[in-house]
């Protein structure tokens, strides 16, 4: 299993940044995906699902709205488009397998990838 992410950076409040996770070692076709993130000092959360097809998707409600979570089997990636972003939306930024959709929900293996930065200045 190996999950790569990639596509975080520093933005202005307000910004958009799209998020991007490659995913290798697994049936990723066969597999509900999620976004994490965790923030300096807090516990990891979870922000946004989606179903192994795509056909379905949840979101934490901070984000609902804001965010929008998708995949492409055929490149085996997850992406998570970030619009109208926010200081409080500063975290690594993780993706994983997860056990079920509607937040909070976890992820189904103890592996992490290196995760993205996204930092929001106000």
């Known amino acids: 299993l190996q999950l790569v992410e990639s596509g975080g950076g520093l933005v202005q409040t307000g910004e958009s940044l799209r998020l991007s996770c490659a995913a290798s070692?697994?049936?990723?076709?066969?597999?509900?995906m999620g976004w994490f993130r965790q923030a300096p000092g807090k516990e990891r959360e979870s922000v946004a699902s989606?179903?192994?097809?795509?056909?379905?998707?949840k979101y934490a409600d901070s984000v609902k709205g804001r965010f929008t979570i998708s995949r492409d089997n055929a490149k085996n990636t997850v992406y998570l488009q970030m619009n109208s972003l926010k200081p409080e939306d500063t975290a690594v930024y993780y993706c994983?397998?997860?056990?079920?959709?509607?937040?909070?929900?976890?992820?189904?293996?103890?592996?992490w990838g290196q995760g993205t930065q996204v930092t929001v200045s106000s």
């Open positions: 994983n397998k997860v056990s079920r959709l509607n937040p909070p929900f976890g992820a189904t293996t103890n592996y």
């Open positions: 070692g697994f049936t990723f076709r066969m597999f509900a």
């Open positions: 989606i179903t192994w097809n795509g056909d379905l998707t």
